[in-house]
């Protein structure tokens, strides 16, 4: 990232991201986190924004977003600081003021676990074991209620203690 030290106020910082490509042009900066030129920029939000792949991208598509960030898009990040422009490379890079936009950008974090179907699992799994010893299945009529309930519990104990070490560290 190029160096920069002024202060964005909030009302620029809502300003740049009300436009959804702008938004989407600071996102991808920070993930690539190097130097992108403006055609790269473009076809990239081009298959984001008509939501095809590259091949099926039109040449006509590509140009009328090459044509709004370098019109509009880019010269507004640049005048508030938040990228600097190479125009005989064509290269756009984020400065260190981009940093003041990133709480705003950053995506929600995917949950990467189903953690209450876990949880469900183990209720459902210790209510059908509680089940079938009250009502004498074969087999499982061998154990007692209390093994059923203590299994039971220590399994959403143990869940429990594994999804907080897996979420908090």
């Excluded at 959804?20 to 939000?45: G, T």
């Excluded at 990228?83 to 990133?102: C, G, P, R």
């Excluded at 074991?129 to 143990?158: I, S, W």
Aim: proline share 5%; aromatic share 10%; net charge negative.
């Amino acid at each position: 990232m190029a160096s920069s030290e002024t202060e964005i106020s909030q009302d620029e910082i809502f300003d740049l991201l009300s436009n959804p490509r702008r938004r989407y042009v600071i996102n991808y900066l920070l993930r690539e986190d190097r130097p992108v030129s403006i055609q790269e920029l473009s076809k990239e939000l081009a298959m984001w924004e008509f939501e095809v792949d590259a091949d099926e991208l039109t040449d006509q598509q590509e140009k009328r977003i090459y044509v709004a960030l370098y019109q509009t898009h880019i010269p507004k990040l640049e005048d508030v600081g938040v990228i600097e422009y190479d125009s005989d490379a064509s290269l756009v890079e984020l400065t260190d003021q981009a940093t003041q936009l990133q709480p705003y950008v950053e995506e929600a974090p995917v949950q990467e676990r189903p953690w209450p179907w876990y949880y469900l699992a183990i209720t459902i799994t210790g209510l059908v074991l509680y089940l079938a010893v009250e009502f004498g299945v074969p087999v499982l009529a061998q154990l007692t209620t209390f093994q059923v309930g203590l299994a039971t519990v220590t399994a959403l104990a143990a869940l429990a203690i594994y999804h907080y070490l897996d979420t908090a560290l």
